[in-house]
Every structure is written in structure tokens, then in C-alpha cells.
């Protein structure tokens, strides 16, 4: 019944179209239903607030300061969504969730122009029912919004060399016009990903197709339309000291651990072979075999996107778990198309996928089962923690009712049917679980875990900011980086500049009441005469700096 209705609803644009924003709308629920997080999510929302509070939307801000690490395009899309819902979680986070969307929609589209109709259905669902693809849209980071213009940079790419198309001078310049975006979303490391996806790619190929000169220009002219319209405004109003800025921030952020974010070599691997479950086990095959040449030489394209992003990262020393996002695409199309050939009868499904795929699917289920219970009963491990500010964050009150392991077991239902319908073969029933799986169990921690977690780590000190909004006064962190205080306290444009001194904000002439907020484990600020101790909540104490 499910082969017969999935072939149905591929083969039709309308149904397939309709199906898909069925499915974005599991991108768009929750949005708001927990705060943001330090730092990114903060980070962004914050520079999109202050341009709406200072009326200036080309330069880039935080606590009023240029920021000149972040091109401002993802920044407006934050402030558009905050014109139309308001200054909160769901607006922050609304253009990933839309992009989500746009996400589905282009793989369906051009699975079915160079492949099939279904094999563009089986691509969009793939992608969805994976965890971290499907989390980041539900997220205000950057990096859905980057990696989507780097992909349809390298697709428009695609299709120049392969030559096989009418008007590829057009495609040329789509593919610079999509670069060009990428740039000035998140900065040069955009164009950097694509050119030597196009190396490697020209590489293995021997360069053998060469872009001819006439198509490089007028990729050059797309992205160079995008990037100098940008640049030409914030020249204009900031210097030329930007594009120093920028160079400089993407030197050091290649070169040594930014904001303590050192992991070892392999971090990226682990985090996208388990992150990106299931996926990663049904793309594995393809990763090694020699198969025919596909349309646009898809397989050798995807594959020389992923290893660059993954190898690229891996020898940064700056790792994120974002970082490594764009290989969720390339990712993401070898697990489609393996699957398809499997349809196909033209692959067999592999014993060691199978095998794969119980122990990463397991890995989550006991995450999901094992966590909550051990956030009931969190304090028995207090004796065996060596971070002081965990163990009080961790003291804060946070009801848990018990049965949040559930969705574990839930995920751990979902999990074993889809294994059972994977070794039958009866791979289009073993995708659907699998995603609406997974679908349901992110929705569920979205609902009743993640703002428990938040709770603790985060929420002591969110509450307290937004407890003093709207008072005339200073509100800095003591001792620890953070974002939230301008966010969430919503930090008014025109304060003196002096409050950018933190030893003003200590022992200088002010002019407003000053809170400072520090962590549990610094008590520095007791011996400061100025300051009072007015709360001490979870792992965060505030203190108080009075006029009077």
C-alpha cells in the first residue's frame, strides 16, 4: 500500500509539492518554545535586534560595536521576520525553518529533472527524517541559509560543465550569483568551499571538462554583482577596513581554537556519522563503490563536496558541530540514491547496514531513554562531578515528570520496525518509519525535554534579564562571554559608550544602576564594595550596583 501511494504522490508535482510542506511544517512547530542559546542563536538574533533598535541595516552590530566577523544578508532575513512576528524565538529562528522548506522543494525538483520524480521524493524525505538536518531548521544559526548557497552554486556549477544544456552562459552566472550570496552570508569561507569542491572535482577528472574562460567570467560577474553591491554600501558608510576584517577573522578562525572550541582531528567524522543517523549508514555503499556515471556526474560532485567540508574542518582548529553541516547534503544524496537503486532491484541492501544501523539507531534510543532518568534523579551524580557551576546549575528546580524516557522508546519502536522492513526489503515502508521516527521524537524533545535542559543551564539567568527589562541601567556578564544580557534584558540604543569599559561599570562615576551577572564558581565581585549580592539562582549569582 505505501509503494503504491509513494509512486502515486512522486510522480505527481502537485501531490509531491503538497506532501512537503506537510512535512515543513514539523520546521516551523516549537520554534519559540524555548529561549535561544548562547552564543550563536543569541549571538545573530541579537545583531538582527540591534539593527531594528538603531535603524541601521547595513552595518552589522553587537552591544552597539561593529561586528564585523558576520556579512549581514542572514541578518536581514532575521529582521524581516522580526518586522512581521515580533522581537522572539520564533522569528529568530523562522528563516531556517523556511529554508527548510526550500530545502525539500529543490531536492524533489531537481532529483526529478536529472533523476526521477521519485528518486527526488526519496531525496527530500531522506533529509528530513535525519536528525541534525532536520534540527538545524529548527534553529537561528547561519549555516542552513550558507550551505544552501553554496549548494546551488555548485549545482549551477554542475551544470555548466556538463555541457549537455542550452544557454549555459545563464547557469554560469546563476551559479556566481548563488557564490556571491554565500559570501555575504557568512563570508569568503563560501566562496572558499566551492572552489576547491571544483578543484578536487577537476582533479579526479583530470580537468577534463575545463570551464572555458567566457563561462568563469561570467560566474566571476554574477558573484562579483552580489558581493560588490554589498560592499560597495558598507564601504560607503564603514571603510575599506571591513574586508581587512574580515580576512583576518577567517585567518584566525582557520589557525588556532576560537573561544575554546579545540576538539581532536576526528570530531567531525563522529558527530556527522551519528548525528546525521540514518543517513550516514545508507549513504556508506556509495561512498566506495565504482558506479556508472550518473547525470552531471552527481556522485563524483557530492562526494568532493563532502570530503573537502569534512577534511577542511578536521584540520581547523576551531570545531563546531555546525560546521561540518554542509556535508549533510552531499550526505544526503548518496543515501537517496543508494536507496533508489535498491527500489530499483539494481542494489542490494548490505548485512553490515543493517548492523549499522541498529547499533547508531540504538545509541539514540538509549540517549533519549537515559537521559531524562538521569535528569530525574540528577543528584546522584553530583559525587561524581569535578565542575562546580554544572553541579549548581543543575540544582535548579526543574519538575521532570518521569516519563519523558518515553520518546525514547518511542524512537526505540520506530527504530526496530524500520530495521525489520529494511531486511525485508521493503525499503520505501523502512523510510517512511524511519523518518516520521525521528520527525515525532524531535518534536517530542522540543516539547518536554530541551526546555527542561534549557532550564537549568540557561534559564536562572534568561529569566533574570527579562525580569529587569525596561529598567534605566547597565547590564553586563562578569567573568564569562555572553550574549544574552543585550538580547534578552533588550538592551536600548544610545548608552554611553562608557558601559563598554567594564572597569567603569565596577569602580567608575556612573550614571545608571549596574548589574553584573557571574557564574557560581566566581565570587570576585563580593569584594567590591560597589556591588551587592540581590540573587543567587541555579549556577549564576547577580549582583547590583546601586546610584544611591
Not at 94 to 116: E, Q, R, T
Request: hydrophobic share 50%.
Amino acid at each position: 500500500m505505501i509503494n503504491k501511494y509513494f509512486n502515486i504522490i512522486a510522480n505527481s508535482s502537485k501531490y509531491s509539492v503538497f506532501l512537503l510542506l506537510g512535512l515543513s511544517l514539523f520546521f516551523f512547530v516549537g520554534l519559540g518554545n524555548t529561549h535561544l542559546f548562547d552564543w550563536d542563536e543569541i549571538n545573530f538574533a541579537e545583531s538582527a535586534r540591534e539593527m531594528i533598535a538603531s535603524n541601521d541595516y547595513l552595518r552589522v552590530q553587537i552591544n552597539f560595536s561593529p561586528f564585523w566577523e558576520k556579512p549581514p544578508f542572514f541578518f536581514w532575513l532575521q529582521v524581516g521576520a522580526m518586522k512581521l512576528f515580533g522581537i522572539n524565538e520564533f522569528a529568530a529562528r523562522f528563516p531556517n525553518a523556511l529554508f527548510g522548506l526550500i530545502y525539500l522543494l529543490s531536492f524533489y525538483f531537481i532529483g526529478k529533472k536529472h533523476f526521477s520524480a521519485k528518486f527526488g521524493l526519496i531525496w527530500a524525505i531522506v533529509f528530513f527524517g535525519s536528525f541534525l538536518p532536520h534540527l538545524y531548521f529548527k534553529s537561528g544559526i547561519i549555516d542552513p541559509v550558507f550551505n544552501y548557497f553554496i549548494f546551488m552554486s555548485i549545482y549551477f556549477m554542475m551544470r555548466v560543465l556538463g555541457k549537455e544544456e542550452d544557454k549555459i552562459g545563464k547557469l554560469a552566472i546563476y551559479s556566481g550569483l548563488f557564490s556571491g550570496l554565500s559570501v555575504i552570508t557568512k563570508g569568503p569561507v563560501g566562496f572558499l568551499l566551492l572552489g576547491l569542491t571544483l578543484l578536487v572535482y577537476l582533479i579526479l577528472k583530470k580537468f577534463k571538462p575545463f570551464p572555458k574562460i567566457k563561462y568563469i567570467l561570467l560566474f566571476l560577474a554574477g558573484m562579483i554583482a552580489v558581493i560588490g553591491a554589498w560592499l560597495s554600501m558598507e564601504v560607503a558608510q564603514n571603510g575599506i577596513a571591513i574586508v581587512q576584517q574580515f580576512i583576518e577573522y577567517q585567518i584566525e578562525l582557520f589557525n588556532q581554537p576560537v573561544a575554546g572550541h579545540a576538539q581532536p582531528f576526528y570530531y567531525h567524522f563522529v558527530v556527522v556519522f551519528i548525528g546525521c543517523f540514518p543517513i550516514s549508514i545508507f549513504a556508506l555503499p556509495y561512498f566506495r563503490r565504482k558506479s556508472e556515471r550518473l547525470a552531471l556526474d552527481f556522485r563524483v560532485w557530492m562526494l568532493s563536496l563532502f570530503w573537502v567540508v569534512i577534511i577542511l574542518f578536521s584540520i581547523s582548529t576551531t570545531k563546531i558541530i555546525h560546521y561540518s553541516s554542509m556535508t549533510y547534503i552531499p550526505l544526503s544524496f548518496l543515501a537517496a540514491f543508494f536507496l533508489y537503486q535498491v527500489i530499483q532491484q539494481k542494489e542490494a541492501w548490505k548485512k553490515y547496514q543493517t548492523v549499522l544501523f541498529v547499533i547508531v539507531g540504538s545509541v539514540w534510543a538509549v540517549i533519549l531513554i537515559v537521559l531524562p532518568v538521569i535528569m530525574k534523579n540528577k543528584e546522584l551524580l553530583f559525587p561524581y562531578m569535578n565542575d562546580p557551576f554544572a553541579v549548581e546549575s543543575m540544582k535548579t528546580p526543574i519538575y521532570w515528570s518521569g516519563y519523558e524516557f518515553l520518546i525514547g522508546v518511542f524512537f526505540l519502536i520506530g527504530m526496530i520496525l524500520s530495521t525489520i522492513f529494511l531486511k525485508r526489503g521493503m525499503i520505501n515502508k523502512a523510510l517512511v518509519t524511519i523518518s516520521k521516527t525521528v520527525a515525532f521524537s524531535l518534536l517530542l524533545v522540543l516539547f518536554f525535554i530541551l526546555p527542561k535542559i534549557e532550564g537549568f543551564t540557561q534559564g536562572p539567568v534568561i529569566s533574570f534579564y527579562e525580569s529587569i527589562q525596561g529598567e534605566d541601567c547597565y547590564v553586563e556578564s562578569y567573568g564569562y562571554k555572553s550574549y544574552a544580557q543585550y538580547y534578552y534584558f533588550q538592551q536600548p540604543y544610545g548608552l554611553s559608550e562608557k558601559r563598554k569599559d567594564q572597569t567603569w561599570l565596577l569602580t567608575g562615576n556612573v550614571d545608571k544602576d549596574v548589574y553584573m551577572v557571574s557564574k557560581s564558581t566566581n565570587t570576585e565581585l563580593d569584594a567590591n564594595a560597589n556591588f551587592k549580592l540581590v540573587r543567587k539562582v541555579g549556577g549564576f549569582r547577580f549582583y547590583k550596583r546601586s546610584l544611591e
